[in-house]
């Protein structure tokens, strides 16, 4: 598979981005490569977002050079934007080539229930398994060795990649992509411990994932103990997170890797969690909430805050006690020293000079 499409101009990059040349002789200039500034070749695209990545921008061999006016006045290799990081988006959208799809139609291995309903152009790869009364949507692709449960349904567009396993009753929204090995809709982690052993609750509930929510890969999302287990529209999850039972999250909201998120927590709306955060059981988090890498949630989260720390706790808090804590060493000696300064006086006290 080729590592990018096609080609394009210096022109057509500032077309593609609403961007203007910094020096209009330029705009014939082929671009065939998207680099960062350190690995950029004399066809290569490169960009700056920051005044401490200019220096390295302006030494490297790239042939175009994604930036705000503020950032390299004087580049003649600039292409002026606003939002560079925003324009990045539309370069590497031009150049991406997404995995191949399995063959249009249902691969001889696959096996598909005569009961199951499939849209028109969906895909369907070698030993997928799409179970009794599952509906699948236009144009949906469905990969290779994928399980698909009694009862699910999912709309149009959407791609369940390699050993995607959907359990049954599940539903899956429009254009939503979910990656390799993420597991929706396997039953809650719920015991009762009596009598001496572990009583396991069976979990009656199910999964909604709505339109254009994208699961990295090893993504697990439990079914609701009674109700539904939701992950809001427009949604983006990393590899390796954990949503328990019940769970609701709210539209556009990221949320990195190696996250778990407890039993019954309710998550707001465009809410931005870093790696490794762990929320407790039945917590609330606000709208636009911020909570930074390796954060323990344990009560709730006002709208727009920022947290940080474990337990976490607000930003301004949590960065005064980290400096007090760097300053801990300097003050045990301070605290040693004066209370030499004590003894010693002490003793003179005791054991005065004679006359």
Not at 26 to 40: N, Q
Not at 166 to 191: E, K, M, Q, W
Not at 285 to 295: H, L, M, P, T
Request: proline letters at 5%; glycine letters at 12%.
């Amino acid at each position: 598979m080729p590592a990018h499409r096609t080609s394009l101009t210096v022109a057509d990059l500032a077309s593609l981005c609403d961007g203007r040349l910094a020096d209009a002789s330029r705009g014939g200039v082929v671009l065939r490569a998207v680099a960062a500034a350190h690995e950029a070749g004399p066809d290569s695209i490169t960009w700056v977002t920051e005044s401490r990545h200019a220096a390295e921008a302006a030494t490297s061999q790239a042939a175009a050079i994604l930036c705000t006016e503020k950032l390299m006045p004087g580049e003649p290799r600039a292409v002026f934007v606003d939002d560079p990081e925003f324009a990045m988006t539309k370069v590497l959208a031009h150049f991406f080539v997404p995995p191949l799809p399995p063959e249009p139609g249902i691969h001889p291995t696959a096996v598909v229930d005569p009961s199951a309903r499939l849209g028109r152009d969906v895909r369907v790869g070698a030993l997928a398994v799409i179970h009794g009364d599952a509906q699948i949507g236009d144009g949906s692709i469905i990969h290779e060795g994928v399980s698909i449960g009694h009862g699910v349904v999912i709309g149009s567009g959407t791609t369940l990649f390699d050993r995607v396993v959907v359990y049954d009753r599940c539903t899956i929204g429009n254009d939503v992509v979910i990656h390799a090995g993420s597991v929706i809709g396997a039953d809650g982690f719920g015991y009762v411990y009596r009598q001496g052993k572990h009583h396991k609750l069976p979990h009656l509930g199910t999964v909604i994932i709505e339109d254009e929510v994208e699961l990295g890969a090893g993504v697990c999302v439990d079914r609701g103990k009674l109700g539904t287990t939701r992950i809001g529209r427009g949604t983006k999850i990393d590899n390796l997170v954990q949503v328990a039972h019940s769970v609701q999250i709210g539209p556009l909201c990221v949320i990195a890797a190696q996250t778990g998120i407890s039993g019954s927590v309710q998550v707001g709306a465009g809410v931005a969690m870093g790696g490794q955060v762990g929320i407790a059981h039945g917590l609330k988090i606000g709208n636009e909430v911020r909570i930074a890498a390796k954060s323990g949630i344990m009560s709730d989260v006002p709208d727009g805050q920022t947290v940080v720390g474990s337990p976490a706790q607000d930003r301004s808090i949590a960065f005064r006690e980290m400096a007090r804590v760097r300053k801990l060493p300097e003050l045990f000696e301070q605290v040693a020293e004066l209370t030499k300064r004590v003894r010693d006086l002490e003793a003179a006290a005791d054991h005065p000079k004679p006359d």
